[in-house]
């Protein structure tokens, strides 16, 4: 059951009060990079408590938004090849150069929609065929992905790693210029990293950083303390989730992630090759690596492609909102779906258009 207490009506308005107080008179761009922020700050409204100038946007919140046409292509050609290729439900629908997953399927491939990895595992345990995990998620779901292959999954399960790391991504937005005041940080990614992964964008980039949870309150709360930080001049890290944050985060996830994973450069889609902001399986696991294991030399055409007249490298990057596409609920929508922010539950564009498609509700 959702925490009530933290949804007062009451305590909102005194909030949005507090914020009013503390805003400044010029813009100020707060960016959250979390999918499930965005649902919150959506599905409440809580936009419609704002003063106008103080804007608060999604960057590259939503995984399976900014998963590289590549990695979609690679996991089509392991699925056309004959193999089982398991994967959550909205990544099968994102577009690929020529494909889809759902689309491999039409077309005979054997593509499994899983709720976890110990689905898929499960499921090559029970069949002699090839079955490909198509991980994908950030800090939040690799640890579950590297447990599974500390358990020594069976030889016939392999994973094609997609996993992706959102500090690094949170940088990319800072360089060369932007308009970013704030970062919102994701509250389920830090109760794995803890708060010094970010201790780097207040020191080096001048930029306050608030970690915040998930009910209204917590985020109206999270925005007051960034506006607060930002009038005194003084940015820091500051952790306004601390019933699931700790400042160490998770060490044993944190451990775990690091015997199986190690960092390596990643393209996003709509961001480009990002410096150590992606997984990779360490040697030790070579074994279950896919990319080792199966012929996947194949020529992507780009690996951030979007359809023409699609604004997903804008919404990722936090440079427009869904409204501001011109194909926004026109021909791109939920069930024909143009662009990746459409798809992915976690995209901005597919939240807005769950929730009646406006600005402020
Ligand atoms: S509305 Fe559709 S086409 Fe426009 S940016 Fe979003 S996903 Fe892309």
């Known amino acids: 059951m959702k925490d009530l207490h933290f949804r007062d009506r009451a305590k909102a308005e005194e909030l949005a009060r507090v914020i009013a107080r503390l805003a400044p008179s010029e813009p100020v761009k707060l960016v959250h990079v979390c999918g499930t922020h965005e649902v919150t700050i959506t599905e409440f409204g809580l936009r419609s408590l704002l003063p106008p100038q103080v804007e608060i946007l999604e960057g590259p919140g939503c995984p399976v938004c900014v998963t590289p ?12 090849q004959g193999h089982i290729v398991a994967t959550f439900g909205d990544m099968a629908r994102v577009p690929g150069t020529h494909k889809s997953l759902e689309g491999a399927r039409g077309a005979g491939a054997d593509v499994r929609i899983v709720y976890s990895v110990a689905d898929a595992v499960e499921l ?62 994701p509250g389920h990614v830090s109760t794995i990293i803890g708060t010094k ?7 080096d980039y001048g930029m ?9 309150l917590d985020i109206l709360y999270s925005i007051a303390l960034l506006l607060r930080q930002l009038r005194e001049g003084e940015p820091k890290v500051e952790n306004a989730y601390t019933r699931a944050v700790r400042p160490e985060g998770n060490p044993r996830a944190q451990a775990i992630l690091s015997e199986v994973f190690e960092p390596t450069d990643h393209y996003w889609r ?16 070579r074994d279950w690596d896919a990319r080792a294991k199966f012929d996947l030399s194949l020529e992507s055409e780009s690996d951030e492609a979007l359809h023409p007249g699609c604004r997903c490298a ?18 791109c929508n939920p069930r024909t779906p143009y662009g990746p922010c459409m ?17 402020k509700l």
């Open 343 to 359: 798809v992915g539950e976690e995209g901005m564009c597919h939240i807005w258009a769950r929730y009646g498609g406006r600005p």
């Open 314 to 331: 804008q919404v990722i990057t936090a440079k427009a909102t869904p409204d501001q596409c011109p194909l926004f609920l026109k021909v």
């Open 197 to 203: 992964p970010y201790e780097p964008f207040p020191r």
């Open 124 to 185: 090559a345990r029970k069949t002699t065929k090839e079955v490909i995990f198509f991980a994908v998620g950030f800090e939040t779901t690799a640890p579950t992905v590297a447990a599974a292959m500390l358990d020594t999954p069976p030889a016939n399960f392999s994973l094609l790693v997609s996993h992706k790391l959102i500090p690094p991504a949170m940088a990319a937005l800072l360089q060369g210029e932007h308009d970013i005041s704030g970062f919102l940080a």
């Open 208 to 216: 306050p950083v608030v970690i915040g949870g998930f009910e209204p």
């Open 270 to 285: 709509g961001m480009g090759l990002i410096p150590g902001s992606g997984l990779k399986l360490r040697e030790e696991f």
């Open 69 to 80: 046409v590549r990695h979609i292509d690679e996991a089509v050609a392991l699925a056309e």
